[in-house]
């Protein structure tokens, strides 16, 4: 009996075990069925909505010109205007999602995109059609920042590039589903029932919409940045739960100032976004969007006309198999991820795009397909660039989430999301225009081979500057805990 109390009055002097702060919470909680909830409720139920369409709107770009009888800059701005309302949905998200929660933006995107995915088919004059579409491509842009920045948030450091890999696995198999249902519909893509299609894609979102609503979770990182503790120690007492960790503790360790970039207006994140601090790696990372948007849109748009001209299988069967191989090589990143860091998978990503477009420019120049080496390299080059492209987003993305702090993520991501999509509105027409002028698809493919080199210098400098800056110590793109805003109290 003595020796019992003996050791209880040892146990109640020993020191209590110290407070994790979040972003050790975050990793002490691991991950599991909580993380992988959101994941599939989340981003990857957005990337695979938006895959989807911006697939869709440049496979029926022929049989919608067709129906309107529509000349080639009036094609080209159907996929230009879905273009520019996923950029203002974007735009809108960053803000949304740093004020008012990761979750109502990918509630209220997958509404707005199930939406007008039935509007849109049953519009039946060109200016009506243009302006639903707008309004399409904003429903697909504000779940695209917060969903990526919701489950980085809460997922440990060593499985976030995974996570980022399923988001891209999806996107592709949004596009390859698509594909599949095209083809299957009218092989050569001239006469494809376009309307079936949009009500086809409206139902996954709707569902998706419901689904998220009862069973999305908030983000709790992003609720104890804004001083939520009662809330963010809920959340996370859930993840505890589920992924089964019942002796952690969840309450964590308040940093000692709360961030308050989150009561800045719009104008004041935008100036800590380019400033000092970020504005070198915002600057490059944009200019990186750009090229990786120009490459898979600009490739989006114009494989499905050229295929009609040089592939020797029908146009929806080469767009299948393209969307098939893109799934491949999107899991083949799993792999890819537990070797290279994401300044890697970026700048391989790109080297990767431009040797698929310098492949498709030389091999797409005859159909004789005859020779296996001239075979090859012309299936290289037509279905390797949309997979080479999600290897540079998939990095991108990771790299834009972990480089700002809590209450400005999805804003700065949004930054570059949306700056990216200039790049992507712009391409239906660069292709239209350089196809004209030169008379020649391949010059549009020649020009994203110079770009996606130079974004590779462009990069490599960045990171060698921020290096120099810092003398070889860790900076600002590698320091999870300054970036999440959740910094140790002394």
């Known amino acids: 009996m003595l020796l019992d109390m003996e050791t209880d009055l040892k146990?109640?002097?020993?020191?209590?075990?110290?407070?994790?702060n979040v972003l050790e919470l975050v990793e002490a909680l691991g991950c599991g069925p909580a993380q992988l909830q959101v994941l599939v409720l989340g981003p990857v139920g957005v990337h695979f909505c938006d895959g989807a369409e911006l697939s869709l709107v440049n496979i029926v770009a022929m049989c919608t010109a067709a129906e309107f009888g529509l000349n080639a800059s009036e094609k080209a701005s159907l996929s230009v205007v879905s273009l520019l309302g996923f950029m203002l949905g974007t735009c809108m998200s960053g803000y949304l999602g740093d004020h008012m929660g990761r979750k109502l933006?990918?509630?209220?995107?997958?509404?707005?995109?199930?939406?007008?995915?039935?509007?849109?088919?049953?519009?039946?004059?060109?200016?009506?059609?243009?302006?639903?579409?707008?309004?399409l491509g904003c429903g697909m842009g504000l779940g695209f920042g917060p969903g990526i920045a919701l489950v980085s948030e809460?997922?440990?450091?060593?499985?976030?590039?995974?996570?980022?890999?399923?988001?891209m696995v999806a996107f592709a198999c949004g596009g390859c589903f698509v594909a599949f249902l095209a083809a299957f519909n009218d092989a050569t893509l001239v006469h494809l029932q376009w309307r079936y299609l949009f009500v086809a894609?409206?139902?996954?979102?709707?569902?998706?919409?419901?689904?998220?609503?009862?069973?999305?979770?908030?983000?709790?990182?992003?609720?104890?940045?804004?001083?939520?503790?009662?809330?963010?120690?809920?959340?996370?007492?859930?993840?505890?739960?589920?992924?089964?960790?019942?002796?952690?503790?969840?309450?964590?360790?308040?940093?000692?100032?709360?961030?308050?970039?989150?009561?800045?207006?719009?104008?004041?994140q935008l100036r800590l976004i380019f400033s000092s601090r970020y504005g070198l790696a915002t600057c490059t990372y944009l200019f990186v969007a750009l090229v990786l948007n120009l490459l898979i849109f600009g490739d989006q748009y114009a494989a499905p006309q050229i295929l009609t001209k040089i592939s020797t299988l029908?146009?929806?069967?080469?767009?299948?198999?393209?969307?098939?191989?893109?799934?491949?090589?999107?899991?083949?990143?799993?792999?890819?991820?537990?070797?290279?860091?994401?300044?890697?998978?970026?700048?391989?990503?790109?080297?990767?795009?431009?040797?698929?477009?310098?492949?498709?420019?030389?091999?797409?120049?005859?159909?004789d397909r005859s020779n296996?080496?001239?075979?090859?390299?012309?299936?290289?080059?037509?279905?390797?660039?949309?997979?080479?492209?999600?290897?540079?987003f998939a990095a991108l993305y990771q790299l834009c989430v972990e480089l700002?702090?809590?209450?400005?993520?999805?804003?700065?991501?949004?930054?570059?999301?949306?700056?990216?999509?200039?790049?992507?509105?712009?391409?239906?027409?660069?292709?239209?225009?350089?196809?004209?002028?030169?008379?020649s698809w391949q010059s549009f493919y020649y020009y994203v081979v110079i770009a996606a080199f130079l974004a590779v210098f462009v990069s490599y400098m960045m990171q060698r500057s921020l290096a120099d800056a810092s003398d070889g110590e860790s900076t600002i793109l590698s320091s999870p805990e300054t970036t999440y805003g959740v910094c140790r109290s002394a």
């Not at 146990?11 to 994790?20: H, V």
């Not at 809460?154 to 988001?167: D, E, G, L, N, S």
């Open 314 to 367: 029908e146009a929806g069967w080469q767009c299948l198999v393209k969307g098939i191989i893109t799934v491949a090589i999107n899991v083949m990143l799993f792999v890819v991820a537990e070797f290279f860091s994401p300044s890697t998978i970026l700048a391989l990503g790109l080297i990767m795009g431009a040797s698929a477009c310098l492949c498709l420019s030389i091999a797409g120049s005859t159909t």
């Open 372 to 392: 296996f080496f001239h075979a090859l390299i012309f299936q290289f080059g037509t279905n390797f660039t949309t997979g080479a492209a999600n290897w540079g």
């Open 404 to 439: 700002y702090t809590t209450t400005i993520r999805t804003s700065g991501t949004a930054v570059v999301i949306a700056g990216g999509r200039l790049a992507a509105i712009s391409a239906p027409m660069i292709v239209e225009m350089m196809w004209k002028v030169t008379g």
């Open 11 to 20: 146990r109640d002097a020993a020191p209590k075990r110290a407070r994790m």
């Open 154 to 167: 809460i997922t440990p450091i060593a499985w976030r590039m995974k996570m980022r890999v399923c988001q």
């Open 105 to 135: 933006p990918i509630v209220l995107g997958y509404a707005v995109t199930s939406l007008f995915g039935f509007v849109c088919a049953a519009c039946h004059q060109y200016g009506t059609l243009l302006c639903f579409r707008l309004c």
């Open 201 to 268: 894609l409206a139902v996954p979102p709707a569902v998706l919409c419901v689904l998220s609503c009862i069973f999305l979770p908030e983000s709790p990182v992003w609720l104890a940045s804004i001083g939520e503790r009662s809330a963010a120690e809920h959340g996370f007492e859930k993840i505890k739960c589920k992924n089964g960790f019942p002796a952690c503790d969840t309450q964590y360790l308040a940093p000692e100032k709360i961030d308050s970039s989150s009561d800045l207006c719009i104008w004041s």
